[in-house]
């Protein structure tokens, strides 16, 4: 399993995260070129360079807003993109060429500073309009976060608990206290620290990072560490302004025996309670032919005391979206819960042995070195049964003949 873990012992904010995330191996011609589908992509430009603070040294990311520089030369200082709002920015993410799961986690991000904001200034959701996240550079952090996290493609993402710092801050609203009241709204329900220094640490852009894309908060650290990256924070402060994150490799704890297996499958599930269920037999069917490792039902009482099923598939990951297919095409659903499951298997043989009615395989299955059960194959007893034309029970009685009875 891979890990990405945020160390925020100084905070996150979103240019210190893209900083972090090239650092760590995001390529960062792969990232300006993903931001350049962007239709804004003419009002600013990525800077990356080599800085340190306190003796780190990593990666110092800046976003150079080249309207504001422009409005600067011409407005003396106006910027036309403070009063952005929610619907505005979700256009500019849903009209640019990004790939479906950036654009979700993107607006995943700007939704949680939105819902703040909101209810931060008392506000309806698509009323708020944006100050620091509404301009571009802000922007460019969210949609840069979530390019890089796809580009990882990890499987989990941790986070410690996060500083915020202390003091005041101004933003357009006037002075306000530290953390501001949007960052600590949005991270309601995660473990924080406060006061390392008299500054600003987390801004709700790096909150809103956090907060959408962050599985787990824990200030342990129980992986295998394969990379370090370090992302250079604007301010040298006390302590080393810099957000720390990891790449590692968490590992299951497995038995010593060598007849134990662990592998990773995926398990689909859907509620159906509004289908003919004469066509189960067909789809289960369909799914076993299709990579299916097993698929199953599971009877329950819904909402408006109807009965429905849960249909549960699970699969390996390269047969996934087939499967999903198949149950959208061929079910009444609208909606497939996935997970991703370790998996534990016992070693097993297979072996084929003669019966007065033809051959049949057995399957034998060991733990520890010592054979735990064996048993027939179902469908090979089927097969003769048929073939010979006497009930199946009494194949299987012939084939626990010669497992037990050594002939």
Do not use: W
């Not at 256009?91 to 950036?102: A, E």
């Not at 087939?322 to 991703?340: A, M, V």
């Not at 070195?369 to 064996?374: A, F, M, P, S």
């Not at 027939?376 to 010669?402: F, H, M, T, V, W």
């Amino acid at each position: 399993m891979r890990i990405l873990y945020y160390d925020c012992f100084a905070g996150i904010s979103g240019d210190m995260n893209l900083g972090a995330m090239i650092d760590l191996g995001v390529d960062k011609d792969f990232l300006i070129k993903e931001l350049s589908k962007l239709n804004i992509a003419g009002e600013f430009e990525v800077k990356v360079g080599r800085q340190s603070r306190k003796g780190v040294e990593g990666t110092k990311v800046d976003v150079i807003l080249k309207q504001v520089e422009e409005d600067h030369h011409h407005h003396h200082g106006h910027d036309h993109h403070e009063h952005r709002n929610l619907g505005s920015i979700e256009s500019i993410i849903n009209s640019s060429g990004l790939n479906d799961n950036v654009k979700k986690m993107s607006l995943s991000m700007f939704n949680k500073v939105a819902e703040a904001e909101a209810k931060v200034h008392g506000k309806p959701l698509q009323e708020v309009h944006f100050h620091e996240v509404g301009a571009v550079d802000s922007i460019v952090d969210i949609v840069g976060a979530a390019i890089c996290l796809d580009y990882l493609k990890v499987d989990k993402v941790m986070a410690s608990s996060v500083e915020l710092g202390g003091g005041f801050v101004k933003c357009a609203h006037g002075m306000i206290p530290v953390p501001a009241p949007a960052t600590v709204e949005i991270l309601k329900g995660v473990p924080v620290k406060a006061g390392i220094v008299p500054f600003e640490t987390t801004t709700p852009t790096g909150a809103a990072i956090l907060a959408s894309s962050v599985d787990e908060f824990s200030d342990v650290k129980e992986f295998i560490i394969e990379k370090i990256g370090y992302g250079i924070g604007g301010r040298d402060t006390e302590i080393p302004n810099v957000l720390r994150v990891y790449l590692g490799k968490k590992k299951i704890e497995r038995p010593a025996a060598n007849d134990v297996e662990f592998d990773e499958v995926c398990l689909l599930e859907c509620n159906i309670d509004d289908m003919n269920p004469e066509i189960y037999e067909y789809i289960m069917e369909r799914l076993f032919n299709n990579g299916a490792l097993d698929a199953y039902r599971i009877p329950i009482l819904m909402k408006k005391e109807r009965f429905g099923v849960i249909l549960s598939v699970i699969c390996k990951e390269e047969d996934k979206e087939n499967l999903k297919e198949i149950i959208f095409l061929e079910t009444s659903t609208i909606g497939i819960r996935e997970h991703k499951l370790p998996r534990t298997k016992l070693k097993r043989e297979f072996e084929v042995v003669d019966t007065a009615y033809g051959k049949a395989s057995i399957k034998k299955v060991y733990y520890k070195g010592q054979l735990l059960k064996t048993k027939p194959e179902y469908d090979d007893c089927r097969r003769l049964a048929e073939d010979n034309k006497i009930p199946i029970k009494d194949i299987y009685d012939e084939i626990s003949g010669k497992i037990y009875g050594g002939n």
